[in-house]
């Protein structure tokens, strides 16, 4: 899943250069806490195709996508064993949208952290760690090896898996 037309096509045609477009499905879409529409800013060090949640933008600026839940699309496709969450500074809402999928088996989670982003936000990284600790998600490492909660608050950036407590 990714909201950018242009990374959904790049997507579609590595699954055809590789075999995968059977198993594949791509889908152009923003994973939030709701479904519906969201205003999606095209920015980082490419910009084009590399698309971020804004607020308070133009709306010359921005460009409208369609927003799911990780809810919804367990509900539709079955629920993952999987989650990788890379979504520059929205985690919270992603995390929000996936609670009863994260409450259920309990899939492994790959997360992008990004403290500072979602600082600058006037957020509180904080809080994602939070939802997952409420959803029992309580063991959290960097390459396999545990980390304190206060210590993937102080990185900028933290690549981290987290599992259920007394999960394989």
């Known amino acids: ?92 809402a992603v995390i929000r949208g996936a609670r009863k999928t994260l409450a259920g088996p309990g899939p492994r989670v790959f997360l992008e952290l990004h403290n500072e982003m979602i600082r600058a936000d006037r957020g509180d990284p904080a809080c994602v760690l939070d939802d997952l600790a409420e959803m029992k998600y309580r063991e959290l490492s960097i390459n396999n090896i545990t980390v304190e909660r206060a210590v993937i608050l102080e990185m900028p950036i933290c690549r981290l898996m987290a599992r259920r407590s007394g999960a394989s």
């Open 1 to 92: 899943m990714d909201p950018s037309p242009i990374a959904a096509r790049f997507i579609e045609l590595q699954s055809h250069l590789n075999g995968f477009e059977k198993s594949i499905r791509i889908i152009e879409a923003c994973a939030s806490d709701t479904v519906g529409e969201i205003e999606m800013l095209s920015s980082g060090v490419f910009s084009d195709g590399y698309f971020r949640v804004a607020s308070g933008r133009s709306s010359r600026e921005v460009t409208r996508t369609q927003s799911v839940t990780l809810d919804q699309l367990a509900d539709q496709f079955g629920a993952p064993t999987h989650d990788k969450i890379d979504v520059e500074g929205y985690e919270g």
